[in-house]
C-alpha cells in the first residue's frame, strides 16, 4: 500500500467461500453516510458526508480518517505491551527491559534538556575535522552507517536481474524538503514554504549556538537548493529499468572522477562490493562535479545542519519544538504536536519491531482471522487469474507470463514465520539518543550481513503493528500486517461483501502491484525483464495513458491536480483492486444470492466498503504536501476515480448520464 503459492489448476477450481455459519451483521456504518447526496454524483460524500460534516481533524494530526483511527488503535494496543513490559522489573538484556527503558528514555524531558546539544557534539567535532573532499568521501561513508542525511546513501537491496541475491544500491538523497519540487516550482505556496524553510533553518541553528547563523542558513538551502536542481524528477524514478545501473569501481571512476568510492564503500562497510547500482547516474555525475565546486567549509556547515535536523526531535524541547514549527505546522497544517507517549510508542516500535510485533500478535491477532484472510487472498488470486484469462487486449503469449506470475505469488498474512534477535543490542533507559543509535547500527548491520550471502524470502519489510500492506516486486510478494486486519477493513463479524470492498479490495491492490507500471516489468520470479509482446505492451501503455488523464483532471486544491503519472502504479492498484474484489466475491457466492442487508444488495455492500475505508479528512496543507511527494491520489479519488471505471457501480447505484461521475463506456478504463 512495502508463503502460500498456488498452482496453476488451483486457479480455475472454485472458489471457497469464506462466510461463516453465525448471523452477521453487514458491516455498513450508516450514521457516516449522507444519502441525500446521489451516488453517481460525489460517492465519497455518499458514503462518508456526513461523517466528514460532523468530524474535525484532530488538532495533533494533518489528516484524519479510516487509517488513522486504526494506527490511533494499534498505538494504544502498543501502549499497553510497553507498559507492562516497563512494570516486569525483568532483568539486564531482556526484551522486557529494552522496551521499558527505551520508552522510558524518551519519555525523559527533563534529562533530554539537561543533556542539550552534547549527544551530537562527537558527530559534529568529526565534520569540523574534513580538511578535504577525500576525508568528505570517508565521512560520508561513516554517516552512511549512523542513517544521516547526505548527498546520497548506499543500501542492500535485491538484485533487480538475479532476484536471489543481494547488491547495493546508490540512491539520490540531501533534500531537507520532501521533494526537488519544492525548491524549484514557482507556485505562491511553493514559494511561501521555501522562505519559511529558510527561516526554520536559521532559527534552528540559532537554538544550536550557530555564530552566524542567518549567513549558514542561506549556505545551506542554496546547496540543498543546487542538489534539489540535478535530482531526477520522481516520475522518472518509477521506472525500474532506468534504476538498474550496475556498475564497477572503475567505471564509477569514469562516473565519478573527482569522488574517491573506493574509500567511501571502505568507511560504509562494504569494501568487499566490488559493483555498486547506481540508481540515477546523472544526477550522480552532476554532483561529483558539484562536490568539486563546493567548498569544503560549505559542505561541513551543511552536514552538521542534517544532523541537528536529524536528531532535533531526540535532543531539547526548544529544538523539538521548533522542527515541529516547520514540519508539522508550515508543511502539513498540523495544530499541535503529538502527545510524548504517542511519538515515544512510535519510536520503540520502530527501534524494536520485531520485539513489540510479536507480543502484539500474541495478544491482538488470532489464528481465525489468519485463515479467513488467506481463504480471501486466495480467492482473490483466482480471480485475477479468472480475469486475465479473459481480457481482450492481451494475447496469448503474454497471457501466459502473467499467469505464471499470478502462480508465483507469494502471500504473507499477519506476521513472520520468524522473528528477529534482538539480543545483541543494549538500551539504556537515560540516554535516547544514544538508543537510536544503537538501533541504527543493528539494522544497518543486519542489512550488511545479507551481502554475499542468498536473499532471505522470510524476511518482513514492515512490522505487525503497522497500518498498511505492501508488494514487493523482487520477492512477488503481497504482504498484510496484523494491524490492517481490523474493521473498516476486516470485520470477522460482517458479512463478506463488506470485507471484499475494504480487505479485499486492499489484497487485490497489493495483487495489481505486480501489474501495474512498475511491477509488470518484474516477472513470476521477481526479475526484471520485458515479458510482453510488443502489441500487448503498446495495448496496455494506452490504457494506463487514459488513466493518467482521468487523474490529471482532478483539482484537489484550486489550481492544484493530481499528478496522474507520479500516482499511476497506486492508481491501477485501486482500480484493479476494487474491480477484482468485486469478481472474487461473485465467485465466493458460489451462483447462490447475496442476501441484502441494511436495505443495500451484496455488491452495493462491497462498494460501500470501499468507500468507507477512504474515509478522510486532510487540511489544505497536507494535501498540497500529499500531491507534491506521495504516490497516492487523495483519498476522494480513491474512492471517486475508481467507482465511475467500473461497469457495476454503474447498475447498483442505478448511475445515468448526467450524473457527475458519469463516464460513458468508451471512456471508462478497464486494465486488469
Known amino acids: 500500500m512495502k508463503k502460500l503459492t498456488l498452482p496453476v489448476l488451483a486457479l480455475m477450481t472454485m472458489v471457497t467461500s469464506c462466510q461463516k455459519s453465525e448471523p452477521l451483521h ?19 460524500a455518499y458514503v462518508n458526508g456526513n461523517w466528514s460534516r460532523k468530524t474535525k481533524i484532530p488538532a495533533d494530526k494533518a489528516a484524519y480518517g479510516a487509517f488513522d483511527m486504526l494506527l490511533d488503535k494499534s498505538e494504544k494496543d502498543v501502549k499497553e505491551i510497553i507498559q507492562a513490559a516497563a512494570k516486569s522489573n525483568s532483568s539486564a538484556g531482556s526484551e522486557e527491559q529494552k522496551i521499558g527503558d527505551f520508552y522510558a528514555s524518551f519519555m525523559d524531558r527533563k534529562g533530554r534538556d539537561a543533556k542539550g546539544l552534547s549527544p551530537i557534539q562527537p558527530e559534529w567535532a568529526k565534520i569540523d575535522a574534513l580538511k578535504d573532499n577525500e576525508q568528505l568521501a570517508a565521512y560520508l561513508g561513516a554517516a552512511n552507517r549512523e542513517g544521516t542525511r547526505a548527498p546520497f546513501g548506499v543500501f542492500v537491496n535485491t538484485d533487480y536481474v538475479d532476484p536471489t541475491k543481494n547488491v547495493i544500491m546508490a540512491w539520490q538523497s540531501g533534500l531537507g524538503l520532501p521533494d526537488r519540487d519544492y525548491y524549484i516550482a514557482t507556485a505562491p505556496e511553493m514559494t511561501s514554504i521555501r522562505a519559511a524553510y529558510a527561516q526554520h533553518v536559521e532559527k534552528m541553528l540559532t537554538l544550536a549556538q550557530f555564530p552566524n547563523a542567518k549567513a549558514d542558513a542561506q549556505t545551506i538551502v542554496a546547496l540543498e537548493t543546487a542538489l534539489a536542481n540535478i535530482h531526477v524528477r520522481k516520475e522518472d524514478n518509477r521506472d525500474s529499468k532506468k534504476l538498474n545501473n550496475p556498475m564497477t569501481l572503475e567505471a564509477l571512476k569514469t562516473l565519478m572522477p573527482n569522488f574517491n568510492m573506493k574509500t567511501y564503500l571502505e568507511k560504509a562497510g562494504m569494501s568487499k562490493e566490488k559493483t555498486v547500482v547506481i540508481a540515477q547516474p546523472s ?73 513489540i510485533g510479536k507480543l502484539y500478535v500474541e495478544k491482538h491477532f488470532s489464528p481465525e482471522a489468519k485463515e479467513r484472510m488467506t481463504v480471501m487472498v486466495k480467492n482473490l488470486l483466482k480471480a485475477y487469474a479468472e480475469s486475465i484469462q479473459k481480457l481482450d487486449w492481451m494475447s496469448a503469449t503474454t497471457k501466459k507470463e502473467a499467469l505464471k506470475k499470478v502462480d508465483k505469488f507469494m502471500i504473507k498474512i499477519g506476521y513472520p514465520d520468524k522473528w528477529r534477535d534482538y539480543s545483541s543490542l543494549t538500551i539504556a533507559k537515560n540516554d535516547l539518543y544514544g538508543n537510536l543509535q544503537r538501533c541504527a547500527a543493528y539494522e544497518y548491520q543486519r542489512n550488511l550481513d545479507k551481502l554475499g550471502k542468498p536473499v532471505d524470502r522470510t524476511e518482513w519489510g514492515m512490522t505487525p503493528q503497522t497500518v498498511n500492506a505492501y508488494y514487493n516486486p523482487s520477492l512477488n510478494e503481497i504482504v498484510f500486517p496484523a494491524a490492517i486486519l481490523q474493521p473498516p477493513f476486516f470485520d470477522m463479524n460482517a458479512d463478506d461483501a463488506v470485507n471484499y470492498g475494504g480487505i479485499g479490495a486492499v489484497i487485490g491492490h497489493e495483487i495489481g502491484h505486480g501489474f501495474d507500471d512498475e511491477g509488470s516489468t518484474f516477472d513470476g520470479d521477481g526479475k526484471l525483464r520485458n515479458w510482453w509482446t510488443p502489441a500487448d505492451l503498446a495495448a496496455f501503455k494506452k490504457k494506463t495513458g487514459a488513466l493518467v488523464a482521468q487523474y490529471n483532471s482532478f483539482e484537489a486544491l484550486p489550481k492544484l491536480f493530481v499528478n496522474g503519472q507520479y500516482t499511476l502504479g497506486e492508481n491501477i492498484g485501486d482500480l484493479g483492486g476494487l474491480s477484482i474484489a468485486i469478481k472474487a466475491y461473485k465467485m465466493s457466492l458460489d451462483g447462490k444470492e447475496a442476501p441484502k442487508m441494511d436495505g443495500f444488495t451484496g455488491i452495493q455492500r462491497v462498494f460501500l466498503g470501499w468507500g468507507q475505508v477512504w474515509l478522510d479528512k486532510s487540511r489544505p496543507e497536507a494535501i498540497r504536501s500529499q500531491i507534491a511527494a506521495d504516490p497516492h491520489s487523495p483519498a476522494k479519488f480513491r474512492i471517486n476515480g475508481v467507482v465511475r471505471n467500473i461497469p457495476e457501480f454503474y447498475e447498483a447505484f442505478n448511475v445515468k448520464p448526467g450524473d457527475s461521475l458519469y463516464l460513458a463506456p468508451n471512456q471508462r478504463v478497464k486494465i486488469w
Not at 552536514?303 to 502539513?332: C, I, M, P, R, S
Not at 497544517?333 to 504517542?342: A, F, L, N, S, V
Open 26 to 44: 453487514s458491516g455498513i456504518t450508516k450514521a457516516n453516510m449522507d444519502t441525500l447526496v446521489k451516488p453517481g454524483d460525489n460517492f465519497d
Open 283 to 355: 544526477y550522480m555525475k552532476s554532483l561529483d562535479a558539484l562536490i568539486k565546486a563546493t567548498p569544503i567549509a560549505t559542505w561541513k556547515t551543511y552536514l552538521k545542519w542534517t544532523v541537528l535536523d536529524g536528531a532535533a526531535g531526540y535532543l531539547t524541547t526548544a529544538l523539538d519544538n521548533q522542527n515541529f514549527e516547520f514540519y508539522g505546522k508550515v508543511l502539513n497544517g498540523t495544530e499541535k504536536q503529538r502527545d510524548d507517549w504517542k511519538r515515544a510508542v512510535q519510536t520503540v516500535s520502530g527501534g524494536l519491531g520485531e520485539m
